[in-house]
C-alpha cells in the first residue's frame, strides 16, 4: 500500500486534509480501490477516525468532487484574472487549462463527470460548488459581451456551448483519441486554440 510523507493525525484529524490525502489517493490508485479504511491506512490514521465526518465512500466522494468543481472555478477566476483586459483570451485559457488540468488530474475530472456521483442525489454543497463552477465561466462570456465581442444571447449558453466544446476535448485527450503518445502542453495549446478558433468563428461561412 503507497505511503505519503504526511504526519500523522492522531487526535487533530481534519476533514479537509483528509479529502486532500483521498484526491491523491485517488489519482494513484483510482476510485475502485478508493475507501475510508484505505485512505486512513495510506497515512497512518485509525481507520474509524474518517467517520467522524463521513457516513460512507459515497459521501467521501462528493467532498473530493466538491474541491475538483472549486479548481475549475478557480481556473476561469485566474484566466480572468491574468488577461483583465482581453476577454478573448480569458475564454481561450480558461479552457486549454481545463483540459490541461483535466490530463494532469484524470481520476478527479472522471469523478466529476463520471457515474460514481449521481447528480439527482448529490449533496446542496456539491450542487453550489458545480453551479460557481459554471457561473465562473460565465462571467467570462458576460466580459466578452460587456465589451461587445461577443452576440447578445444567453451567457449562460454560450458558456455551455463553449464547455462542451473543451470537456469533449478533453475526453478524447484522456481516451487517448488524439495522439498515441502523452501529449506536450504545446501540443494541447494547439488543439485548444484551433477549438477555440471554431467556437469563436462557427463552422458557417459568412456572406
Do not use: W
Request: net charge positive; with cysteine; aromatic share 6%.
Amino acid at each position: 500500500m503507497p505511503k505519503t510523507t504526511r504526519a500523522p493525525y492522531h487526535h487533530g484529524f481534519l476533514k479537509e486534509s483528509f479529502v486532500e490525502a483521498a484526491i491523491e489517493y485517488l489519482e494513484k490508485n483510482g476510485v475502485a480501490r478508493l475507501s475510508l479504511r484505505e485512505v486512513a491506512a495510506a497515512i497512518g490514521v485509525s481507520h474509524n477516525a474518517p467517520y467522524r465526518h463521513f457516513k460512507g465512500k459515497d459521501a467521501l466522494l462528493e467532498a473530493m468532487a466538491v474541491i475538483g468543481y472549486q479548481k475549475i472555478e478557480a481556473i476561469c477566476h485566474q484566466a480572468a484574472q491574468d488577461y483583465p483586459r482581453d476577454p478573448i483570451q480569458q475564454l481561450v485559457e480558461a479552457g486549454t487549462r481545463y483540459v490541461l488540468h483535466a490530463i494532469k488530474h484524470p481520476e478527479l475530472h472522471n469523478l466529476l463527470f463520471g457515474a460514481n456521483i449521481k447528480s439527482s442525489a448529490s449533496s446542496v454543497e456539491l450542487k453550489q460548488a458545480a453551479h460557481k463552477a459554471v457561473m465562473a465561466l460565465v462571467r467570462i462570456i458576460e466580459n466578452g459581451q460587456a465589451a461587445s465581442l461577443y452576440q447578445d444571447r444567453p451567457a449562460e449558453q454560450m458558456a455551455l456551448a463553449s464547455l462542451s466544446a473543451v470537456h469533449g476535448l478533453s475526453q478524447f485527450a484522456l481516451a487517448g483519441h488524439l495522439k498515441d503518445s502523452v501529449l506536450t502542453t504545446k501540443e494541447v495549446r494547439s488543439y485548444c486554440a484551433n477549438v477555440a478558433d471554431m467556437v469563436l468563428h462557427g463552422l458557417l461561412k459568412r456572406k
